[in-house]
């Protein structure tokens, strides 16, 4: 009469399955997230160096020869890939570098989340760990209103991470490359690389050194071809590396302030994640402690099960070598918070381990619960989730390092790039589209505008006023009687200095009427807009 069928169990995904939708989820999340922070935000100076070399690039002119920067070539190099994409996604080249900025922001939450499940064997541990990520609202802010280069950096950083606690040396060595050409000092992750791949027991020593030399040596060797061919080498050399070691001014080296920048620049950046970051940095100084006094045996046992099973295999030592070297680089050297990125995917391990560690001993000690050990990691996740979508509506200003929560209504205002579009405009119009624009300090006005510098030193800090005293015939003096010879309409001017900064304001005071206009101070030509008043609405 009845006929039964056996009921059969729908199968399982895969491991592989899980992962990739997981990964998929992570980034997801992080688009979503990212995207909340405004694309409107103004330029800064530094987005503006990278702007402005990326324009230029654009049109076959390399960086360092368009505008001189004493950092690395990857970041103006990337910029300029976004400004020539622009016409093909029918978008503006602000608008279109900061597009890619924005994916590259994403790829570095999603590879934070490999990190963290390759380190500790669990997806678990890897969602705490992008997660963590991003809460750090002033990552997030400057993955949209970009390009900051350190955005780049971090993401090259953790994938050098990755490669090397899974020992594929030639991608550790390629990515670690990749970060020291965004910024010097990362070249420790090729290093450690290296080191790693020289001293492990699991395969021959050298051809795992030579893996690791070869990745290495990629993206240097594909930079200095490109540098040649455009008959750049030269200054590619002197930019990236021998201004750095002959004419650099640290300006605050171990000063007192210098010392506490770190953590005023946490309290005043990253204000809404700061229980991650004690707990992140405590956790890792203890490990690196241990690790130091030759007590790894302590944390095997502290991390037992699926946690000791990749320390006792070395999966932990890259995070444990490469970690010294940035905390002594910031007792020298750390500007803003942007200088912590460097930090943020430690940080992230560290909590994102952490908390998978008690979500796994609560779930044990409570096992009679049904489904506690699910419950409490998706409240967990609920939680670091509204973290990050409070930090994005967070707004940093950047004159003060402090942060304000963001309002719905409000008129452009020196945060808001239409404001200096607005003010870029005002400029022009006042003296015409045809005006000798120059920057000393102040390259917005150039990328707004589309003009070309008459010189490479569109800002002078940090002893670039040396470099032009040395190379330029005459001295600092030539170099100003060739800005004479130039005879700019407009000189926007910003933070300069130097020993031969004060020559130079009395040079432009004794021949140019001040003005603001906007965000901008500019020095024009006497006489030059006698005739016309500044528009107040768009002046500011």
């Not at 960086?63 to 994409?85: C, E, N, R, T």
């Not at 924005?102 to 997660?131: E, M, P």
């Not at 606690?165 to 070249?187: E, F, K, N, Y």
């Amino acid at each position: 009469m009845f006929q039964y069928e056996p009921i059969t169990p729908k199968k399982k995904r895969s491991p592989r399955a899980r992962k990739a939708f997981a990964l998929l989820l992570v980034l997801f999340l992080a688009a979503a997230v990212y995207y909340g922070n405004s694309f409107e935000g103004a330029l800064s100076r530094d987005n503006a160096i990278y702007l402005y070399s990326g324009q230029r690039m654009a049109e076959g002119i390399p960086p360092y020869v368009s505008i001189f920067d004493h950092k690395g070539p990857l970041a103006p190099m990337l910029v300029g890939i976004g400004v020539a994409l622009g016409p093909y996604l029918g978008a503006t080249d602000i608008t279109a570098v900061r597009a890619v900025f924005f994916f590259i922001g994403c790829l570095a939450v999603a590879a934070t989340y490999l990190l963290g499940s390759s380190l500790f064997k669990s997806q678990r541990a890897g969602l705490f760990t992008a997660l963590t990520f991003l809460g750090f609202f002033g990552f997030a802010r400057y993955a949209v209103s970009s390009p900051e280069a350190k955005t780049p950096m971090v993401l090259f950083e953790v994938l050098c991470l990755l490669f090397a606690s899974q020992r594929r040396w030639a991608l550790a060595g390629l990515c670690g490359s990749l970060a020291a050409l965004v910024w010097q000092p990362m070249a420790v992750f090729s290093l450690v690389a290296f080191v790693l791949a020289a001293t492990q027991k699991d395969e021959p020593r050298l051809n795992a050194s030579l893996r690791a030399v070869a990745g290495a040596g990629v993206p240097v060797a594909a930079t200095g071809a490109y540098f040649y061919f455009q008959g750049a080498l030269d200054e590619l050399v002197n930019g990236s590396i021998l201004f750095n070691a002959r004419y650099l001014d640290r300006e605050q080296l171990l000063s007192t302030a210098e010392f506490f920048a770190p953590v005023k620049a946490i309290f005043q950046g990253y204000d809404t994640i700061l229980v991650p970051i004690v707990v992140g940095v405590m956790l890792t100084a203890v490990i690196i402690g241990l690790v130091t006094l030759g007590s790894i045996h302590l944390l095997r046992r502290a991390y037992s099960g699926p946690f000791g099973r990749p320390m006792r295999k070395g999966a932990f030592a890259p995070i444990f070598l490469s970690l010294p070297f940035p905390v002594l680089w910031s007792l020298v050297d750390f500007q803003g918070y942007p200088d912590f990125y460097v930090f943020i995917p430690y940080v992230a391990i560290g909590f994102g381990g952490f908390l998978s560690f008690v979500v796994g001993r609560i779930g044990s000690a409570g096992a009679a619960i049904p489904g506690g050990t699910r419950l409490l990691t998706a409240g967990l996740c609920a939680a670091l989730t509204a973290v990050a979508v409070l930090g994005s509506l967070v707004v940093v200003d950047p004159a003060r390092g402090v942060s304000t929560l963001d309002t719905e209504e409000r008129p452009p205002g020196p945060n808001d790039l239409d404001y200096q579009r607005q003010a870029a405009s005002e400029v022009q119009r006042r003296f015409g589209e045809d005006a000798k624009v120059v920057s000393i300090g102040a390259p917005q006005l150039l990328v707004l505008l589309h003009k070309t510098n008459p010189n490479p030193y569109a800002f002078i800090i940090r002893g670039i006023d040396d470099q032009i005293a040395v190379e330029t015939p005459g001295g600092f003096e030539g170099w100003i009687e060739d800005l004479e010879a130039y005879d700019p309409d407009v000189i926007a001017f910003g933070r300069t200095s130097g020993t031969h900064s004060p020559m130079l304001l009395e040079w432009l005071e004794s021949r140019y009427d001040k003005q603001r206009i906007g965000p901008w101070t500019l020095y024009v030509k006497e006489g030059g807009s006698a005739s016309k008043k500044p528009n107040r609405s768009a002046a500011g």
